[in-house]
């Protein structure tokens, strides 16, 4: 199993940036595939970002292209998601996830999902 906790959510102004981290513990080398994923109110959860541990196979949503950054440190077992120019439409619940198949933006290919962290953005 493993397990993963999200953290650095917040409430922001457009323009604003933000930083999230997951922590992730457990039987990390079962794992080979983090991304982001979100969910805002009334919506289905969509993919934010998509990266390995040895941080290939970076890929973004179309949304999140220019404006966000993944990355990971595998000697601290954490993903981060570097976002900015939030905008009000960024606001969701945002959710780590952590998988074995690279690149993927399909929900069914991660194993593991975090509880979440909330951001909001204000116009």
């Known amino acids: 199993q493993v397990q993963l906790v999200e953290s650095g959510g917040g409430s922001v102004q457009a323009g604003d940036s933000l930083r999230l981290s997951c922590a992730a513990s457990?039987?990390?080398?079962?794992?080979?595939?983090l991304a982001w994923f979100r969910q805002a109110p009334g919506k289905e959860r969509e993919f934010v970002a998509t990266i390995s541990w040895t941080g290939s196979g970076e890929h973004y949503a179309g949304s999140a292209k220019g404006r966000f950054t993944i990355t990971t440190d595998n000697t601290k077992n954490k993903i981060y998601l570097q976002m900015n120019q939030l905008e009000p439409e960024d606001t969701a619940v945002y959710y780590c996830a952590a998988g074995f198949y690279t690149g993927s933006s399909l929900m069914s290919r991660y194993d593991y999902w975090g509880q979440g962290t909330q951001v909001t953005v204000s116009s």
């Open positions: 457990g039987r990390t080398e079962t794992t080979y595939a």
